[in-house]
């Protein structure tokens, strides 16, 4: 499965079981009631231990399109607003993977109620940014962990990363073009 979304190639190849909620029934039934989700999910079940990836991502800059309207993540409004609109994506989507009751596991043969519990997940927030603003992820990562507290505890979720896209291309090679 290959797509491009927010200007950021992603190849997964399909014995990870890529889904994406966005094409899902259920969820597409349950959108219009503000119920978000992150761009794209898999399942690698190479491990004993089973590992879901949740992943967003995150146009901010584009210097080859004049028309494209950068977003500065100094500014605290934008700060704050993807905050809140990161929060509730991890919640919204670790949640649909967690029940069933909207059909939202649906979008991938291999999801099951019980799939959560005996797996490990992993949220990486991938943010093509503008190169001289690179060093603020850190504290970005910093602030969205601490906001995240609540489902890092629920839902005992191993890791929160947030990458630029190039640092990205350079940690998942064959997954992140």
């Known amino acids: 499965m290959t797509f491009t979304e927010s200007g950021i190639t992603i190849n997964l190849n399909p014995n ?4 994406r909620f966005e094409t899902c029934d259920g969820y597409i039934r349950i959108k219009g009631q503000s119920v978000t989700e992150m761009d794209v999910c898999w ?3 190479s491990n004993s231990i089973p590992i879901i990836w949740l992943m967003e991502l995150k ?15 100094t500014s605290k409004k934008i700060y704050n607003d993807f905050m ?17 009751r909207s ?6 043969s291999t999801l099951s109620p019980n799939l959560i519990e005996e797996s490990s997940l992993k949220v990486v927030f991938i943010l093509n940014i503008q190169p001289n ?3 603020h992820l850190n504290g970005f990562q910093k602030d969205l962990k601490h906001k995240l507290m609540d489902a890092i505890a629920v ?3 191993d890791s929160v990363a947030v990458l630029a896209y190039d640092d990205a291309k350079i940690l ?3 997954i992140v073009l």
């Open 16 to 19: 990870l079981h890529p889904f």
């Open 43 to 45: 399942i690698d079940a």
């Open 59 to 73: 146009q901010l800059f584009d210097p080859a399109n004049p028309m494209f309207q950068e977003k500065d993540i």
């Open 84 to 100: 809140i609109t990161f929060y509730k994506n991890v919640w919204h989507s670790i949640s649909m993977i967690a029940q069933n």
């Open 103 to 108: 059909e939202t596991q649906s979008c991938s």
């Open 133 to 135: 603003l690179k060093h």
């Open 155 to 157: 839902f005992k979720i």
């Open 172 to 174: 998942f090679p064959t």
